[in-house]
């Protein structure tokens, strides 16, 4: 699918105070409809927050936020209505099996019996896991899990889908195939908003921010921003960024 120019998330001088702490400093940005955007920083960066804020999970102090054509001050349920996340941590129930997580995030998305019944019978066979559909969650690799995780929380084919590391911890091929998901879902049009530590992921991305204490300080296709801090890879970009 060709990349749209119409944008699916606005943020303008975006600003989150906790107290005294300035954890979002003035963000300002705006993400295409499928596009693949990574939200790069450190650890304590405002990377969760922001995701947090653009999810409907929290309210900024102050700024212009809309996604999905809603603004997240007055829409927050038709925000949350139009979107997916799968969290840093695991976001499954760790006692139902495969299939009834399946089943239980589509009742909790508003979805018909007959359309859960069908779109699980579909996901499952696309994830080739009809075998252990009856299955705890307990008892799978975590590879495994992240992949029912992302599908999930795509399961209502939202317009926006917010990963916050999804891919941590996970080897290096679960990694690859996990991407090859990614892809899948901007193909559709599902726009992804992806944070991640691992730095080749970024190459991954249509274009990429590095946050560093609260603020953006790079913005960019990862070709652009290899040019623009002469490196030679998004590695070097980010230690640049960071030190």
Known sequence: MQK???????????VKRFGAFLANDNLT???????IFGFLGANGAGKT???KILSGLSYPTSGLVNVA????????NKVKENIGYMSQKFSLYED???????????????????????????????????????????SLPLGWKQKIAFSVAIFHNPKVVFLDEPTGGVDPITRRDFW???????????TVFVT?????EAEY????????????????????LKKLFKADNMDEVFLKIAR
Do not use: W
Request: proline share 1%.
């Open 4 to 14: 749209q120019t119409e944008n699916i998330i606005e943020v303008k001088d975006l």
């Open 29 to 35: 940005f705006e993400v295409k409809r499928g596009e």
């Open 49 to 51: 927050t922001a995701i």
């Open 69 to 76: 054509g809603f603004d997240v001050y007055k829409q927050r």
């Open 96 to 138: 139902l099996t495969v299939k009834e997580n399946i089943r239980f995030y589509g009742g909790i998305y508003g979805l018909s019996n007959k359309y859960i019944k069908q779109k699980t019978e579909d996901l499952l066979n696309r994830l080739k896991m009809t075998q252990i559909q009856n299955s705890l969650i307990s």
């Open 180 to 190: 090859e998901m990614i892809y899948e879902a901007a193909d559709a049009g599902i």
């Open 196 to 200: 991640t530590h691992y730095m080749d």
């Open 205 to 224: 991305c249509d274009r990429v921010s590095i946050m560093d204490q609260g603020k953006i300080k790079a913005l960019g296709t990862p070709t652009e």
